[in-house]
């Protein structure tokens, strides 16, 4: 089935529970193929504010719920240093299903290309419109890409709100496992302050009135 009849087949989900159960049976592109699972959203209903990811890594795609592994635990520290609640944040991400490639036993993480961000974009809206975050914060070039509808340098526009061409506000900041990928401590402790920074601009414009 081409991506347009599934289009046509299709109703667009009116709750994030339909939303969830839709993502489940997502056949847009091929990741579904080789993940354990479709990983949506996870959030109150109408939190400000809405994280967005790359895609589910290994332990994601086992669990079923997004950030739960080693990133997961680094964007943890970071939400609490910021005084950001992460229950009542809405956490997703751009790609619903794990892409990856067999090292071995392991499963690496591939990341996804444009063709698997822009199929899985009309989630991601749908999702968006649903919750209606006051701002969305893009982690990383996948999302920031999949929000943006085009390529973003993350150090050109990072921590600064700006217009989403589809409406809302959303901020670009760096995905939280690149701060794993740093190997000088100097680096780690720069880049994290940052990204601390980031998350405050973010906390100060979604809790404005
Ligand atoms: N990386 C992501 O982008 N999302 C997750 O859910 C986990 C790791």
Redesign the pocket.
Known sequence: MSLFEQQLREETPRSLKALREAENSCRRCNLYKFATQA?PGEGPAHAPLMLI?????ND?DLEGH??V?P??RVLDKALQEAKIDRKQVFVT?AVKHFKHEMRGKRRLHKRPDPGEIEACRWWSKIERELVKPKLVVA?GATAARSVFERVITINKVRGRVLPVPDGGNALVTI?P?YLLRLQEERDKEREYAQFLDDLEVARAFASRS
């Open positions: 990983v990811g790359e895609q589910p890594g994601e997004p950030f592994g990133a997961g991400n982690l995905h496992s």
